[in-house]
């Protein structure tokens, strides 16, 4: 069973990069056809996704927030990460990581604020 | 991109009753080596969405019977035979077979 959890600071000042991990375990994520998601939810709205990863290192991100997002991963640790830059309010949300569409991690809140 | 519009916004059911939510999306979601990355989740408040169902209608791993999808092209549909008082929570379609990914906009499923 493939498991993921989300790390990182949970406030997050204006302007500033917000930074986060995902670890996984129960698989690899160099391995195969797979591909690794960050979503993200405002408190009480929808979900919305951020961009993915593939096991090849490739990455494909939406196009509403790539100008601000990268996604990167480091293969030695099983981890992959995210980092949105210049962020303001609105990125307020809670942050998941996701193998494929199967399984999330339990998602991990950042506040933006001052 | 690719638009997923859920329908009902909310329902109520008795237990035992079945139940349907309706995913329409606004383009024919493409086929990629044969299969149609259609997913259907439950959400639970202060939890992650759990998968109920991946690729229009394989149910997930540990996933009860009465749940079950099905669709093609623009329409899909995630049926619950009899729902029980567990299968509360908001549901969501996600389609991954276009980027970038989206995702209805949840069906909230009470109890009466």
């Known amino acids: 069973q493939v498991q993921l959890q989300e790390s990182g600071p949970g406030l997050v000042q204006p302007s500033e990069t917000l930074s986060l991990t995902c670890t996984v375990s129960g698989g690899s994520i160099s391995s195969g056809r797979s591909y690794w998601n960050w979503m993200r939810q405002p408190a009480g709205k929808g979900l919305e996704w951020i961009g993915r990863m593939y096991s090849s290192g490739s990455t494909s991100y939406n196009p509403s927030l790539q100008s601000r997002v990268t996604i990167s991963a480091d293969t030695s640790k099983n981890q992959f990460s995210l980092k949105l830059s210049s962020v303001t309010a609105a990125d307020t949300a809670v942050y998941y990581c996701?193998?494929?569409?199967?399984?999330w991690g339990q998602g991990t809140l950042v506040t933006v604020s001052s | 991109d690719i638009v997923l519009t859920q329908t009902p916004l909310s329902l109520s059911v008795t237990p035992g009753q079945p139940a349907s939510v309706s995913c329409k999306s606004s383009q024919s979601l493409p086929q990629s080596g044969g299969k149609t990355y259609l997913y259907w989740y439950l959400q639970k408040p202060g939890q992650p969405p759990h998968l109920l169902i991946y690729?229009?209608?394989n149910r997930f791993s540990g996933v009860p019977d009465r749940f079950s999808g099905s669709g093609s092209g623009t329409d899909f549909t995630l049926k619950i035979s009899r729902v029980e008082a567990e299968d509360v929570g908001v549901y969501y379609c996600?389609?991954?077979?276009?980027?970038?990914?989206?995702f209805g906009g949840g069906t909230k499923v009470e109890i009466k």
């Open positions: 690729e229009v209608s």
């Open positions: 996701a193998g494929g569409g199967r399984y």
């Open positions: 996600m389609q991954a077979t276009q980027t970038p990914l989206t």
